[in-house]
């Protein structure tokens, strides 16, 4: 493979909906409103986690690491896109599309490890309430959180250098929305059964172990929570983990239906607008689950409302 083909890319062009422009006018309106949801929201349940002596714990820790994830993941394709559905111009540098990919792909994996870990929080608080403090204390959940970060963009950086390398031959139209390393893997005109191996091991570290370790804590919390005497005992538990728990059925069903729905060219703008929606609803309603079905965060935000209120009578 000659080297000339390789660096002859030096920019890509994403056509994922620009053959609709009325299609692409809709959705910047939509998924602008959305972006500033997801901003305001998960900003504003970062504030209350640090402002709030009460939420000073390791579930909400994990929960601000959530928020600002969510942030930042959609801040790296969004803005973007947004500027391409309102432009003629629909190329991003080879760098750019990197950086893209690095980025966005880190924030996926760390999102799916950071959930095991909260996951494992509501399985000590509960299944070892006496021995909580103990045993989720300061440097262990701040370690988790880092481990977390660490895994995540570690994987992310080895897959996109792995792709990125490889050579392109000339060919540069991805036909996507964003730099995603399977529509990536579509251009290479070289052999890539090394990159489906590492895909592939690391899809089964950092999606199916994750869950499976999810999977295990719930029942072991499941378990726990049945052996409560008392129905209002019952119900406060449950309480303390409902919310992520709807998250992760989020998150992981988003997914699972995202990629076992059949692809085919007469569903191409319904898979782009799915692909979307996973990207963008999910971290647009996290900070509103964690809200309706917390006790304590609600409580934390009437206060913050209630001193708003009063300094700005003063």
């Not at 972006?35 to 939420?55: E, H, M, V």
């Not at 059964?193 to 895909?199: K, P, R």
Request: with cysteine; charged share 10%.
């Amino acid at each position: 493979m000659k080297m000339g083909n390789y660096s002859a890319v030096t920019e890509f062009l994403l056509v994922g909906l620009s053959q609709y422009p009325e299609l692409q006018h809709f959705l910047f309106v939509l998924c602008l409103i959305m972006y500033k949801i997801i901003l305001l929201g998960n900003s504003l349940l970062i504030i209350i986690t640090i402002l709030d002596p009460r939420l000073h714990t390791p579930m909400y820790f994990f929960l601000g690491n959530l928020s600002f994830l969510d942030i930042c993941y959609t801040s790296s394709f969004i803005p973007p896109m947004l500027v391409m559905f309102m432009s003629e111009r629909i190329s991003i540098s080879f760098l750019g599309c990197a950086l893209q990919m690095v980025i966005s792909l880190g924030l996926g994996s760390t999102e799916c490890i950071l959930l095991a870990v909260m996951a494992y929080d509501r399985y000590v608080a509960i299944c070892n309430p006496l021995r909580y403090p103990i045993i989720m204390n300061k440097v262990l959940y701040m370690h988790l959180a880092a481990w977390s970060w660490a895994i995540g963009y570690l994987n992310s950086l080895v897959q996109t250098v792995m792709t990125m390398v490889l050579p392109f031959c000339g060919n540069n139209v991805i036909d996507h929305l964003t730099c995603e390393i399977l529509a990536l893997l579509k251009l290479v005109c070289s052999d890539i059964s090394m990159n489906v191996l590492i895909m592939t091991v690391a899809s089964i570290i950092i999606l199916v172990v994750p869950l499976l370790l999810i999977f295990v804590s719930y029942i072991f919390i499941l378990s726990s929570i049945l052996r409560i005497d008392s129905a209002e005992g019952r119900k406060k538990a449950f309480s303390t983990c409902s919310a992520h728990l709807t998250v992760v059925i989020l998150f992981y069903g988003s997914a699972l239906f995202m990629y076992t729905k059949p692809k085919s060219n007469n569903t191409k703008v319904s898979d782009e607008i799915i692909v979307l929606s996973y990207g963008v609803i999910t971290p647009m309603l996290n900070p509103i689950i964690y809200s309706l079905r917390n006790k304590e965060v609600k409580e934390a935000l009437k206060k913050i409302l209630k001193r708003h209120l009063h300094l700005t009578k003063i």
